[in-house]
Nanobody, 125 residues
Framework: QVQLVESGGGLVQTGGSLRLSCAASGRTFSIYDMGWFRQPPGKEREFVAAISWNGGNTYYADSVKGRFTISRDNAKNTMYLQMNSLKPEDTAVYYC??????????????????WGQGTQVTVSS
């Protein structure tokens, strides 16, 4: 059974930065495209960013393009999301999971793992 553990969230002011981490255990991480998703208060979960299995290709939602950077370290079974120039609308619980899709449309692969507990990001204005 795969376990996903997200960390690195917190409270920051507008314009600040955070680096999220996603640690996966229990299954071969390196063969899967992975993604970050977020759920703002009172809204549905949405796609944020995705990265191909070898890190060679990255994809972003239009709302975060140019501000967020996704990366991964397959040797550590860990994925990252560097978030810069944060805005209040980035406030959400952030989750990671395997993903499938293309361009700016990606979906979580819940056959890879159940959702973790997520990590809360709060951006104050």
């Amino acid at each position: 059974q795969v376990q996903l553990v997200e960390s690195g969230g917190g409270l920051v002011q507008t314009g600040g930065s955070l680096r999220l981490s996603c640690a996966a255990s229990g299954r071969t991480f390196s063969i899967y495209d992975m993604g970050w998703f977020r759920q703002p208060p009172g809204k549905e979960r949405e796609f944020v960013a995705a990265i191909s299995w070898n890190g060679g290709n990255t994809y972003y939602a239009d709302s975060v393009k140019g501000r967020f950077t996704i990366s991964r370290d397959n040797a550590k079974n860990t994925m990252y999301l560097q978030m810069n120039s944060l805005k209040p609308e980035d406030t959400a619980v952030y989750y990671c999971n395997a993903a499938r899709g293309a361009g700016s449309t990606w979906y979580p692969r819940i056959d890879f793992a159940s959702w973790g507990q997520g990590t809360q990001v709060t951006v104050s204005s």
